[in-house]
């Protein structure tokens, strides 16, 4: 071997040969629909806005040093928050409020059939969230074996809400069964909990269990004051049956939200329908 070869093969590597090195294959090992919702609500999948904005900032300067921008480096930039006043009408019944309801469109889930539309009303200032992949259901629809997140609202100074599917042969062996045949309100809640805390609910943080029935459809509605919740330390919630899904209404605050707002979600809770 020549010195010259030599002195190539022992010189190290180029600062740059990252850029244009194959990325490592990824591990193929699964990651459970109840550790992705504590992950999302302990903040692991979302980024603040200032951070996002560093971060952005940061990739528009290293942009004249590549060739081109990789796929999927700037995936939130097409993504805005936007206010739902700006593009949902009014609610029929209280004009402070804006009216959703949810068609095909919107979710996995309703374009599979798998869940029935469903309804509820929200302040204009609030703003949808962008639901991750594994918790959406996109993944496994349309047969999933865990419950996953339809749609969620947020607004920093009152709370968020959420909607939780739930496939009915989780809870139940009997095709089509109403809410009041899979279990009572306690048997229900102390099965979904979990995805309405994002972590765990023990049976002493349910303050309140009763049933409501909207034509013929029951819903179990619960009170919920959970200290340890990931999701906040106020929870109220609204289930219902139909088809072969449980959906699930869940409305979370932490203190200082609740005081504000207490009066807000519970007329956001009460407005669901299915």
């Known amino acids: 071997m020549s010195p010259a070869t030599m002195t190539a093969a022992r010189a190290p590597p180029s600062p740059l040969a990252f850029l244009s090195a194959p990325a490592p294959p990824k591990s193929p090992g699964k990651t459970s629909v109840r550790a992705a919702f504590r992950r999302e609500f302990e903040g692991g999948g979302r980024l603040e806005r200032r951070e996002l904005l560093k971060r952005g900032t940061a990739a528009l300067a290293l942009a004249p040093l590549l060739w081109s921008t990789p796929p ?7 993504a805005k928050e936007v206010e739902v006043g700006s593009y949902l009408p009014p609610s029929p019944s209280d004009p402070s409020f804006v009216f959703f309801k949810a068609s095909p469109k919107d979710t996995p889930a309703l374009r599979a059939g798998n869940v029935e539309p469903y309804q509820f009303i929200l302040p204009p200032t ?9 918790l959406s259901g996109n993944y496994c629809q ?10 969620k609202f947020e607004d920093d100074r009152q709370g968020k809400v959420q909607v939780v599917a739930s496939p009915l042969v989780r809870l139940t062996n009997k095709p089509n069964a109403s ?3 899979i279990g009572s309100p306690e048997k229900l809640i102390a099965s979904l909990g979990p995805f309405v805390t994002g972590n765990t609910l023990d049976p002493d943080e349910l303050l309140e269990a009763s049933v409501e029935k909207l034509g013929d459809q029951t819903y179990y509605k ?6 340890y919740a990931l999701t906040g330390s106020h929870n109220l919630a609204k289930a219902t049956a139909k088809g ?12 200082k939200q609740w005081q504000a707002s207490e009066k807000t979600l519970r007329a956001m809770l009460d407005s669901f329908q299915v």
Do not use: H
Not at 72 to 78: E, F, I, K
Not at 142 to 151: L, M, R, S
Not at 222 to 227: A, F, H, R, S
Not at 246 to 255: G, I, Y
């Open 72 to 78: 999927g480096v700037l995936p939130a930039a097409a």
């Open 126 to 134: 609030w703003k949808q969230m962008r639901v991750a992949n594994i």
């Open 142 to 151: 349309p047969k999933c074996a865990e419950p996953w997140v339809e749609v």
């Open 179 to 181: 809410i009041e045949e």
């Open 222 to 227: 619960y009170v919920l004051e959970t200290p």
């Open 244 to 255: 072969n899904t449980v959906v699930l209404f869940v409305a979370s605050a932490n203190d």
